[in-house]
């Protein structure tokens, strides 16, 4: 048989309570629309039964492609061996598996490609999540967009169609810290956003810790935006200036008005406090780009693939 037209890629991880529900709405989905479609689902390590669960499931039905990664790679690497293994010949929709992105937006995704877009993302018009984590993500996404030398949708994450020759050129992109929605926006092309309403987890807890939204938000700053680099040279010439300004306003005192200029302490300890904070500040700035670089340069692949079930009923 020809590939699918269409594949849906899905990471799980430690999600065997959402599993059966994410399974049910993915079937009606897929028996609904006129559309040859496959499912690829990512084990990035699990814990509990998603990988069994994940193993039945592909046995019994033709339409579910596998991946079981070797350990727990992270959101965006399990993403991407997803999107590696994905065969839909015009297009593969990127979802979580936690169902708090609506598969059924496909549909209308699927519009927008026909008329000719090559990636359509999804805008979360409402998040209901805690205001402390709804306020970081809306604050993120503003201070991202103002520093990116991209433009970066405002409120969008993964959840996307995204045709089959933008994610051939994801796919070849070999960089480490990944942060698949800038690279997505970096590829460029015909792009537009659908507005939803995010839900709550079906189930289950949310495997993203503030640390690991840390982590993307790093990735997201420190790949598409010459910011922070062009921050510490501003710090540095801000620095200099009133240093220089500070031994000015002493000749004048001295020289011109006459007057005592303070010999002691505190000033010395102003300076050594800040300028060697300022140095601690621009090594750390320094350090994240030489990190990125360290990683990069071992030239270790992405993730490991343990294995997988590829039904025949696609041709690769």
Same mark, same amino acid.
């Not at 039964?49 to 499931?57: G, I, K, P, S």
């Not at 990127?94 to 000719?116: A, H, M, R, S």
């Not at 809306?138 to 991209?150: A, E, K, M, N, P």
């Not at 995204?162 to 015909?190: H, I, Q």
């Given at each position: 048989?020809?590939?699918?037209?269409?594949?849906?890629?899905?990471?799980?991880?430690?999600?065997?309570?959402?599993?059966?529900?994410?399974?049910?709405?993915?079937?009606?989905?897929?028996?609904?629309?006129?559309?040859?479609?496959?499912?690829?689902?990512?084990?990035?390590?699990?814990?509990?039964?998603?990988?069994?669960?994940?193993?039945?499931?592909?046995?019994?039905?033709?339409?579910?492609?596998?991946?079981?990664?070797?350990?727990?790679?992270?959101?965006?690497?399990?993403?991407?061996?997803?999107?590696?293994?994905?065969?839909?010949?015009?297009?593969?929709?990127?979802?979580?598996?936690?169902?708090?992105?609506?598969?059924?937006?496909?549909?209308?995704?699927?519009?927008?490609?026909?008329?000719?877009?090559?990636?359509?993302?999804?805008?979360?018009?409402?998040?209901?999540?805690?205001?402390?984590?709804?306020?970081?993500?809306?604050?993120?996404?503003?201070?991202?967009?103002?520093?990116?030398?991209?433009?970066?949708?405002?409120?969008?994450?993964?959840?996307?169609?995204?045709?089959?020759?933008?994610?051939?050129?994801?796919?070849?992109?070999?960089?480490?810290?990944?942060?698949?929605?800038?690279?997505?926006?970096?590829?460029?092309?015909?792009?537009? *956003?659908?507005?939803? #309403?995010?839900?709550? /987890? =079906?189930?289950?807890? +949310? @495997?993203?810790?503030?640390?690991?939204?840390? $982590?993307?938000?790093?990735?997201?700053?420190?790949?598409?935006?010459?910011?922070?680099?062009?921050?510490?040279?501003?710090?540095?010439?801000?620095?200099?200036?009133?240093?220089?300004?500070?031994?000015?306003?002493?000749?004048?005192?001295?020289?011109?008005?006459?007057?005592?200029?303070?010999?002691?302490?505190?000033?010395?300890?102003?300076?050594?406090?800040?300028?060697?904070?300022?140095?601690?500040?621009?090594? *750390?700035?320094?350090? #994240?780009?030489?990190? /990125? =670089?360290?990683?990069? +340069? @071992?030239?270790?692949?992405?993730?490991?693939? $343990?294995?997988?079930?590829?039904?025949?009923?696609?041709?690769?």
């Amino acid at each position: 048989m020809n590939n699918p037209q269409i594949s849906i890629v899905a990471p799980l991880y430690n999600e065997s309570e959402t599993f059966p529900h994410l399974v049910e709405r993915l079937n009606k989905l897929m028996d609904r629309l006129p559309l040859t479609i496959e499912v690829v689902l990512i084990d990035d390590g699990s814990r509990d039964n998603t990988a069994t669960l994940m193993q039945a499931l592909a046995l019994s039905d033709p339409r579910y492609h596998c991946v079981f990664l070797a350990r727990n790679h992270g959101h965006q690497l399990a993403l991407s061996a997803g999107m590696n293994e994905a065969r839909g010949t015009e297009a593969i929709m990127v979802i979580d598996g936690d169902l708090q992105d609506p598969p059924e937006l496909l549909e209308d995704f699927y519009k927008l490609y026909k008329e000719g877009y090559d990636v359509v993302y999804a805008v979360r018009r409402k998040r209901k999540e805690g205001w402390i984590k709804r306020l970081a993500y809306h604050s993120f996404y503003r201070i991202l967009r103002s520093i990116s030398y991209i433009d970066i949708p405002l409120d969008s994450g993964d959840f996307a169609l995204v045709s089959r020759r933008v994610v051939d050129v994801m796919n070849a992109m070999p960089e480490e810290s990944r942060y698949l929605r800038g690279m997505r926006t970096w590829v460029g092309f015909k792009q537009t *956003g659908v507005e939803y #309403e995010r839900d709550e /987890r =079906i189930a289950g807890e +949310s @495997k993203y810790s503030f640390a690991l939204l840390f $982590k993307l938000a790093y990735n997201g700053i420190f790949n598409f935006s010459e910011f922070p680099i062009k921050l510490l040279t501003r710090l540095g010439g801000t620095a200099i200036a009133f240093s220089m300004m500070y031994f000015i306003y002493n000749l004048i005192k001295k020289y011109v008005l006459g007057m005592d200029v303070p010999q002691g302490f505190p000033a010395t300890l102003f300076a050594i406090i800040f300028f060697g904070g300022l140095n601690l500040f621009g090594l *750390g700035i320094i350090g #994240e780009y030489v990190l /990125r =670089i360290f990683f990069q +340069s @071992k030239g270790r692949p992405l993730f490991i693939i $343990k294995s997988k079930i590829l039904n025949k009923q696609w041709e690769k």
